[in-house]
């Protein structure tokens, strides 16, 4: 039996977070994110794990950034307006139809979209994997922050890398040289 803090490929769903184009000049490491999304999601379609995005206010924000276009379909994205993606009509209920206990987090802002989105998706009963070296803020003092009021409540933070090891489970695979050749 798998520790339960392990992120399983069965058992697991990513949520990229509101990474959108006209974010990109204001948020540090904005690059490092959309490039660490990339591999979760080139993984995530490799493994037949389920993604989702969400974008706030895309009217003003403009879309998700080009580099993660060609993974949105009609099915898996969610326009909103408020910053819990949780509090938004019908996701909650969308997530639950997966059957899916554990949620892959990725996006921006640290402390603001996917900080209260993932504390709904506690109170909700998922367990929430923070991906460290996938999320940023403006201001990297609020994403440190961010972090920590997560971890406090039960969050999972991690890196990419990892989760990606962990939906892997083992090496000498025609699934773990593809992914290899991803963070090489």
């Known amino acids: 039996m798998r520790h339960s803090f392990i992120c399983q490929k069965k058992q697991a769903i990513l949520l990229v977070i509101d990474e959108q184009a006209g974010l990109a000049p204001v948020i540090t490491d904005f690059a490092v994110v959309v490039e660490n999304t990339s591999k979760l999601l080139k993984t995530a379609s490799l493994l037949d794990i389920p993604f989702i995005f969400t974008e706030q206010n895309p009217?003003?924000?403009?879309?998700?950034?080009?580099?993660l276009k060609s993974f949105i379909r009609s099915t898996n994205m969610y326009e909103k307006m408020h910053f819990s993606a949780c509090v938004e009509p019908g996701f909650i209920h969308m997530l639950a139809e997966y059957q899916r206990?554990?949620?892959?987090?990725?996006?921006?802002?640290?402390?603001?979209?996917?900080?209260?989105?993932?504390?709904?998706?506690i109170a909700a009963g998922y367990q929430v994997f923070v991906v460290e070296d996938a999320i940023a803020s403006r201001n990297k003092q609020h994403k440190a922050l961010a972090i920590k009021q997560l971890s406090a409540v039960g969050a999972i933070v991690t890196c990419a890398e990892s989760v990606l090891f962990q939906w892997l489970e083992k090496a000498g695979t025609t699934q773990f040289r593809t992914v290899l050749q991803l963070i090489k």
């Open 101 to 121: 206990p554990q949620i892959v987090v990725t996006g921006t802002e640290s402390h603001v979209c996917v900080l209260q989105t993932s504390l709904d998706l």
């Open 59 to 67: 009217s003003k924000l403009g879309r998700t950034s080009p580099e």
